[in-house]
Every structure is written in C-alpha cells, then in structure tokens.
C-alpha cells in the first residue's frame, strides 16, 4: 500500500479546470505539510502548492490566482490541488507530497503519491 494515494487527473481543454485528491493510507500515523508538485516531460520536478499543519500555503508564480491548496480540517490527512483556468503549461505529472509519520516509522520523511498525468490542449 502506497502512502499517499492520488486521484483526479485527466484531459482538459485550456481555459478548463480540474481537482486532483491525495489522501494518506493507514500506513501513516501522522502528516505535517503537505503539497503538490509537478514534473513536465525534460523538465525537473517542481513545487507547484504547500500547505504547512498551521494553514498557511506557497504557490509557485506561474500557478498564482490560478490553484487553490486545501486540506481537510480535521485528521489534516487529505489534501486538495484546485486548477482553474488551465493552461497548455500546466501539462505535467502531478506529484502528491507530504512529510509524515508512519506508524511503523521512526522519523518524519518525505513521501510521494504515485503521480496522476494532468494534459491541458485543445
């Protein structure tokens, strides 16, 4: 069982917009931020949005007015990427992070989704 488990990607057209999902599985005991990054064909990975355990949240520049982090406001172990208005550049896989606990753990580490491709053309 993976840690972080993602969902929503998908096919859109510019100017459309898309929600991806990650949820923590029961391997993990505790999260403390959580986010998304993405990583486009020849390019390296990048952060695109965090949330930190206090609420508060960094966007990259180019994804600015555009997404919307949240996180659920109870065990914090799901976190939300809101993509409007879309854009051919925002072609990536989309990456779930998050820095957590595992119940089986003796650390904080950094744990990664499985990855869900997100294409925006026309």
């Known amino acids: 069982q993976v840690p972080l488990v993602e969902s929503g990607g998908g096919s859109v057209q510019p100017g459309g917009s898309l929600r991806l999902s990650c949820a923590a599985s029961e391997r993990i005991y505790s999260v403390n931020r959580m986010g998304w990054y993405r990583q486009a064909p020849g390019k390296e990975r990048e952060l695109v949005a965090r949330?930190?355990?206090?609420?508060?949240?960094?966007y990259a520049d180019s994804v600015k007015g555009r997404f919307t982090i949240s996180r659920d406001g109870g065990a914090k172990n799901t976190v939300w990427l809101q993509m409007n208005s879309l854009k051919p550049e925002d072609t990536a896989v989309y990456y779930c992070n998050a820095l957590a606990f595992l119940r089986t753990g003796i650390s904080w580490d950094d744990y990664w989704g499985q990855g869900t491709q997100v294409t925006v053309s026309s």
């Open positions: 949330i930190n355990n206090d609420g508060s949240t960094i």
